[in-house]
């Protein structure tokens, strides 16, 4: 991609920091605190149609579990390379003991993972189907959630695990998907913490005080009510978005127009999206640079920098369908990819 010309300038003076702050990915300590969902993927070849009802009827061939919501940020940060702990619930039910084995198989620290027995843990099935030599296409999607809030004790429990190890890790991130683990306790035992970064879909003011937030168009439109259709109305959403959440940063995530950093003194940073063309499925994206900025604050970083390399790892995992994840050798050898193709142009 031809990248705007200072930025270039910009990216290769900065070369060999930025690979520098991924190799420091492994010495970060991070917890995540979050909405844990498990994705599912049921696949099978449609055989004909049921004479009960009209609908297909699929001969299964795959199932493929894969933790989505705020479990894709835990996964992105263990897959990066970072040290992570998680809190959050999960229901006594088949598909919390799944999220926790995938966890733990990865080496994450899954003592913060408690157990709801009032409400299922969260999970997305996806059911597709294919004919002979054709396409795999997405049929239905069952999800299984409950709209209740956890218990108030649960709530406390979950708070008071997240106070003992505030003292253990170089940072905190929130994700927060709508489904109830992030209540006012677990918020504000969040908050203490020098270092919070918030992934909201909503309700952002309920996180002030925190790092760095980083909503994505649509969540920043929402927050500030209005449309973000032009380089004005985009800065006074910015400077809103820091007034609302009395927050460092601002990270505006703007798809296929790359991403949008605002400080408390005015200044503005705007990255490119490093990959137009070969997107496949933007799902999770969000949970990869939240995970790869975050990474990069606790490794150094600036928080300009810090948004290159979290622009850097969505241009990979878009690259993919479902939710994904990449390596800090992806990431490296992305950045080297593109720094070369800068060279030639």
């Not at 980083?214 to 004005?232: F, K, R, W």
């Not at 940063?249 to 990959?275: C, K, W, Y």
């Not at 990979?316 to 050798?329: C, E, K, L, N, S």
Request: proline share 3%.
């Amino acid at each position: 991609m031809d990248l705007d010309a200072s930025f270039a300038v910009q990216l290769a003076s900065s070369t060999e920091r930025l690979f520098e702050l991924i190799d420091n990915f492994t010495q970060v300590r991070v917890l995540v605190v979050g909405d844990l969902t498990l994705d599912e993927f049921l696949t099978g070849q449609v055989e004909r149609i049921s004479r009960e009802a009209p609908v297909l009827i699929l001969r299964h061939e795959t199932t493929r579990q894969t933790p989505g919501g705020g479990a894709n940020a835990v996964y992105n940060l263990a897959k990066l390379g970072a040290k992570v702990k998680v809190a959050g619930l999960v229901g006594k039910d088949l598909q919390g003991e799944a999220l926790r084995g995938i966890f733990e198989a990865a080496g994450i620290d899954t003592n913060g993972m408690l157990l709801d027995p009032d409400r299922p843990t969260v999970t997305k099935t996806r059911i597709s189907g294919h004919a002979r030599q054709s396409v795999t296409q997405q049929i239905v999607r069952v999800d299984r959630k409950s709209d209740n809030l956890p218990v108030l004790d649960l709530q406390m429990q979950l708070a008071k695990y997240i106070q003992q190890q505030l003292e253990t890790v170089d940072a905190v991130v929130c994700s927060d998907y709508g489904d109830g683990t992030l209540t006012q306790p677990v918020i504000e035992a969040c908050l203490p913490h020098s270092r919070m970064i918030v992934d909201a879909q909503q309700d952002l003011k309920r996180y002030a005080g925190a790092t760095l937030f980083t909503p994505n168009l649509p969540e920043a439109e929402q927050a500030v009510g209005y449309a973000i259709a032009s380089p004005s109305t985009l800065t006074k959403a910015g400077l809103d978005l820091l007034d609302l959440t009395q927050a460092q940063q601002i990270l505006i995530t703007r798809g296929d127009e790359g991403m949008s950093l605002f400080d408390r003194g005015g200044v503005e940073h705007h990255v490119p999206a490093f990959n137009r063309t070969d997107v496949f499925d933007v799902t999770g994206a969000g949970d990869t640079v939240v995970a790869a900025l975050t990474l990069s604050l606790c490794a150094g970083a600036s928080f300009w920098e810090a948004a290159v390399l979290g622009n850097l790892a969505a241009s990979i995992v878009v690259r993919q369908f479902g939710t994904a994840t990449t390596t800090p050798d992806e990431m490296k050898a992305a950045l080297q990819a593109l720094l070369d193709e800068e060279e030639t142009l």
